[in-house]
């Protein structure tokens, strides 16, 4: 079966740093996505980790633990522009499970 | 290269009509995936194309969704009859099927009222 768990809200204050975790049990896991979505728009990839680790992209790392069942987003030096939602969602066999997307909102 | 295209961007239906909804993948992906996010809820899968052939429809809510993808290119979802719950922002995406990564259209949002 699939399923993920991310906090629903959070709130950060403009440049600081922020993680959003998220956990996840799915069978034949194949890897983890982090996807932004701004209200109305498409979700749009932010990264996608299937060795343990974390990978860096600029202000944004994410890091996946599969033992543990557990990845986070790290958003650094935050910017007005990151007030989104933020999807994780894990890969399994030819299918993407989402999570419910943690709403970010940084504030001045 | 463009994106993924969903058409219409909103919908807003009686409850027993039917709505269409169009998806047109990236030029060239294989790989063409429905899903639907219910206001509050998470985004759920609803099937699973490769080229024409259903991979996977086991995320179907029932036999009133018809999804189609005639020659492998465009694909299409049919609500018929449309119930109050079927109300929400339908998604499409693709993906090659040689990497990982799947594009997003900005779905569409159908009301049934």
């Known amino acids: 079966g699939q399923n993920i768990d991310q906090p629903t809200e959070m709130t950060a204050t403009e440049g600081a740093i922020v993680q959003i975790n998220c956990t996840y049990q799915?069978?034949?896991?194949?890897?983890l996505f982090w996807y932004q979505q701004h209200a109305g728009e498409a979700p749009t990839f932010l990264s996608y980790?299937?060795?343990?680790g974390l990978e860096e992209k600029g202000r944004f790392s994410s890091f996946l633990s599969r033992s543990k069942g557990y990845s986070y987003l790290l958003l650094k030096e935050l910017q007005m522009k990151d007030s989104a939602s933020y999807l994780c969602?894990?890969?399994?066999?030819?299918?993407?499970?989402f999570g419910t997307g943690t709403k970010l909102q940084v504030i001045p | 290269e463009a994106g993924v295209t969903q058409f219409p961007s909103h919908s807003v239906i009686e409850k027993g009509q039917t709505v269409t909804l169009r998806c047109d993948p990236i030029?060239?992906?294989?790989?063409l995936y429905w899903y639907r996010r219910v206001m509050g809820k998470e985004i759920k899968f609803l099937l699973h194309?490769?080229?024409?052939?259903?991979?996977?429809e086991s995320g179907m809510p029932n036999n009133r969704f018809l999804a189609e993808r005639t020659g492998g290119t465009y694909s299409t979802l049919k609500v018929q009859p449309a119930e109050l719950e079927d109300s929400g922002v339908y998604f499409c995406?693709?993906?090659?099927?040689?990497?990982?990564?799947?594009?997003f259209g900005s779905g569409t949002r159908l009301t049934v009222v």
């Open positions: 194309f490769v080229k024409e052939s259903k991979q996977d």
């Open positions: 030029s060239g992906h294989d790989n």
């Open positions: 995406a693709s993906r090659a099927s040689t990497n990982y990564g799947y594009t």
């Open positions: 799915t069978s034949g896991f194949n890897g």
């Open positions: 969602a894990s890969r399994g066999y030819q299918k993407v499970t």
């Open positions: 980790n299937v060795l343990d």
